[in-house]
């Protein structure tokens, strides 16, 4: 018989974390975070298993507290929180670079580190962190997303090392484009023709949340004991293509 594991699935709001909390439904307990609770309780309403919903907003270090204090002893972490404004580099102010990384690094790093203080991660347990391909392949406007991302995957290799002894896992999935409500807003400056066009450049690079949630869920598993330390492509980009 399968022994049932504790998830904590931080952005379970975003069209990642929800495919994972749904990837993850029938064998795991999970325990939801995300700062739209009517979100929250929607997704909540999907599932079938056993799971709890801890609302938290990332940017605020007493809820990230709060949550940690709320936990159970974890057996798995997935961080999907993030947002991806677009911004060229010359309108970019102090706010604007405290706002992405205080969601999409600060938030993973206050968040493990409140765990790890309250001894609330299993010796075996797999952390997993959503980064992106933006990291290597920057687009127009990505230069605080792109940054934040490598600093996440910078800081990923960082704890595989520090809580090996620990037997800890660590690693990043790092998609390409993936469907979800943030691509979609992405793609409402985008031409039709435009998107058409990335689509037969690279085909390897559009992926759905499930394939992503897929991955998550076997780097979770006791399957996955021997990766650690590693960023891992949700996708690939046609790097042949003249001019890219």
């Known amino acids: 018989m399968t022994k049932h594991r504790n998830i904590l699935i931080v952005g379970a709001t975003s069209g990642i974390g929800s495919a994972i909390a749904h990837a993850l439904d029938a064998e795991n307990y999970l325990f939801l975070t995300g700062r739209n609770e009517p979100l929250l309780h929607e997704i909540s309403k999907q599932l079938s298993g056993i799971h709890t919903i801890l609302p938290c907003d990332l940017t605020i270090e007493s809820d990230i507290a709060k949550l940690a204090a709320a936990c159970p002893v974890l057996d798995g972490l997935v961080y999907c929180g993030g947002i991806a404004p677009t911004l060229p580099v010359k309108y970019i102010r102090t706010d604007d670079i405290r706002n992405i990384m205080a969601v999409n690094f600060d938030g993973a790093v206050l968040?493990?580190?409140?765990?790890?203080?309250?001894?609330?991660?299993?010796?075996?347990?797999?952390?997993?962190?959503?980064?992106?391909?933006?990291?290597?392949?920057?687009?127009?406007?990505?230069?605080?997303?792109?940054?934040?991302?490598?600093?996440?995957?910078?800081?990923?290799?960082?704890?595989?090392?520090?809580?090996?002894?620990?037997k800890i896992r660590s690693n990043c999935i790092s998609p390409a484009y993936v469907e979800t409500p943030m691509l979609q807003q992405a793609r409402n400056s985008m031409s039709p023709d435009f998107v058409e066009s990335m689509k037969k450049m690279h085909p390897e690079a559009f992926s759905s949340v499930e394939k992503i949630a897929s991955m998550a869920a076997f780097l979770l598993s006791p399957q996955a004991a021997a990766i650690n330390g590693q960023i891992i492509k949700g996708g690939r980009f046609n790097i042949n293509i003249p001019g890219l």
């Open 111 to 166: 968040s493990v580190a409140a765990l790890l203080r309250l001894k609330k991660i299993n010796s075996e347990a797999s952390l997993v962190f959503i980064s992106s391909e933006a990291v290597r392949f920057p687009f127009f406007g990505s230069a605080l997303y792109s940054a934040s991302k490598a600093a996440l995957e910078a800081y990923s290799l960082a704890l595989a090392t520090e809580l090996q002894s620990k």
